[in-house]
């Protein structure tokens, strides 16, 4: 399977733990984002790479929340002090460098806190 | 799995008839669209895609239509199949960013 994975598929953690999760995008896919996902919403857009630049951050993305693409191909997201309304399913999605190039998603990590 | 989208709109259709579904985007200066379709458990996959210069799009039995003058995208599938079960999304790109908008998402059940 060629498309975008991400790791672990499901995390529970108490509140107040850290939490990292990983994305590896489609291999010649320069651009990588990430969004959130509740029940009954659509993804909401969180933050993106261009190579190893974070070159957009959205402002749900608070000081607790920190991505990065150290060698421009996986990423992580770490979420420390979770909280309980940080329980959500988050997406990794990538897309070729270009104007105007679809992003393709991976099946996301879904976080419950306890 | 966990269920997408619990509260959505409903879109109910016999299996073999066409299905339309609607969506109004925000942003007028929003250069790029897509359709997802996603599944429970599942992260969205990309259907069709169309650029702010084209008025409609088609694929292998979808179309999407875009009316720029009132801000609405729709997604046509054509003979609905029982795999086209799923909620679907549209998403809007602003012009000069790379993140989607995206809007509400329609529950599509195909009735067998």
């Known amino acids: 399977d060629t498309g975008v994975s991400q790791d672990p598929r499901h995390k529970i953690t108490k509140r107040g733990q850290n939490v990292t999760f990983r994305c590896d995008p489609i291999?010649?896919?320069?651009?990588l984002y990430w969004y959130r996902q509740t029940l009954g919403q659509g993804p909401e857009f969180l933050t993106y790479?261009?190579?190893?630049?974070?070159?957009?951050k959205s402002r749900l993305l608070s000081d607790r929340f920190s991505a990065e693409r150290p060698k421009g191909s996986f990423s992580t997201l770490e979420i420390q002090r979770t909280e309980q309304g940080d329980s959500a399913m988050y997406l990794c999605?990538?897309?070729?460098?270009?104007?105007?190039?679809?992003?393709?998603f991976g099946d996301g990590t879904r976080l419950s806190i306890l | 799995g966990e269920s997408v989208g619990l509260h959505l709109p409903t879109l109910s259709v016999q299996e073999g008839d066409n299905s339309i579904i609607n969506c109004a985007y925000s942003?007028?200066?929003?250069?790029?669209f897509i359709w997802y379709k996603q599944e429970s458990g599942k992260g969205p996959q990309f259907i069709i895609d169309?650029?702010?210069?084209?008025d409609k799009r088609q694929g292998q039995r979808v179309t999407v239509l875009l009316n720029k003058t009132v801000k609405h995208l729709s997604l046509q599938i054509a003979a609905t199949q029982p795999g086209d079960s799923a909620v679907y999304f549209c998403?809007?790109?602003?012009?000069?960013?790379?993140?989607?908008?995206f809007g509400t998402g329609t529950r599509l059940k195909v009735l067998a």
């Open positions: 291999s010649e896919h320069n651009r």
């Open positions: 790479f261009q190579n190893e630049a974070q070159l957009e």
């Open positions: 998403a809007e790109k602003p012009s000069g960013t790379y993140k989607y908008i």
């Open positions: 169309i650029r702010s210069n084209m």
């Open positions: 942003n007028s200066a929003s250069d790029y």
């Open positions: 999605a990538s897309s070729l460098e270009g104007v105007n190039q679809p992003q393709h």
